[in-house]
């Protein structure tokens, strides 16, 4: 009887301790408090240094293509996010000026745009199948206009490890924030 009760507390020991896993666990926390902006990032990506390019773009050490970056523009006539267009323009215009410009040999294709709200800020949601010459990608994109300027957090992977670690880089872009 002994043996049955220690069993007993013993898986319900296990399964509560199995809900007291964090759904960020495995990901780490990058700061920009010059720019104010912050995001978490997976374990096991590094920052790399691009000169004349995003502000920060970070990359998986084995899956190198799997990277993070984040663009700061100025915004003409210090427009709103809502007055840039609905998250569908921003998304059409985002895909044919940033992530497949003409000539690049890549075509994107806005697969989901949607507006999120947190708290006073609206941040528009972008998701895209890529297709290049050599591959296949998913990119997740979030875009939000603060201070005049519009920040652009991309996400990027291989379409091949896309139903693999889509939940995580779901995490990654929804922590995207911009203060």
């Known amino acids: 009887m002994l043996k049955r009760i220690a069993a007993l507390v013993l898986i319900v020991l296990s399964l509560s301790l199995q809900s007291c896993t964090s759904a960020t666990a495995g990901l780490k926390p990058f700061i920009n408090d010059y720019e104010g902006y912050k995001f978490l990032y997976p374990n096991g990506w590094i920052e790399v240094k691009v000169d004349n390019g995003p502000d920060?773009?970070?990359?998986?050490?084995?899956?190198?293509t799997e990277n993070v970056s984040v663009v700061i523009s100025p915004?003409?006539?210090?427009?709103t996010l809502k007055e840039l267009g609905t998250p569908s323009e921003v998304g059409y215009n985002l895909?044919?000026?940033a992530i497949a410009p003409p000539?690049?040999?890549?075509?994107?294709?806005?697969?989901?745009?949607?507006?999120?709200?947190?708290?006073?800020?609206t941040y528009?949601?972008?998701e895209y199948a890529v297709k290049l010459?050599?591959?296949?990608?998913?990119?997740?994109?979030?875009?939000?206009?603060?201070r005049g300027k519009l920040f652009t957090f991309n996400l990027?992977?291989?379409?091949?490890?896309?139903?693999?670690?889509?939940?995580?880089?779901?995490?990654?872009?929804?922590?995207?924030?911009?203060?």
């Open 95 to 97: 895909s044919k000026n």
């Open 124 to 126: 528009y949601m972008l």
């Open 56 to 64: 920060v773009v970070l990359h998986d050490l084995i899956e190198e």
């Open 75 to 79: 915004v003409p006539d210090n427009k």
């Open 156 to 179: 990027s992977t291989t379409e091949e490890r896309w139903e693999r670690v889509k939940d995580k880089l779901q995490l990654v872009v929804n922590s995207f924030s911009v203060n």
């Open 133 to 146: 010459p050599y591959q296949d990608r998913h990119n997740f994109a979030s875009v939000i206009v603060r």
């Open 103 to 121: 000539d690049s040999n890549r075509k994107a294709e806005l697969v989901n745009a949607e507006a999120r709200e947190v708290g006073d800020k």
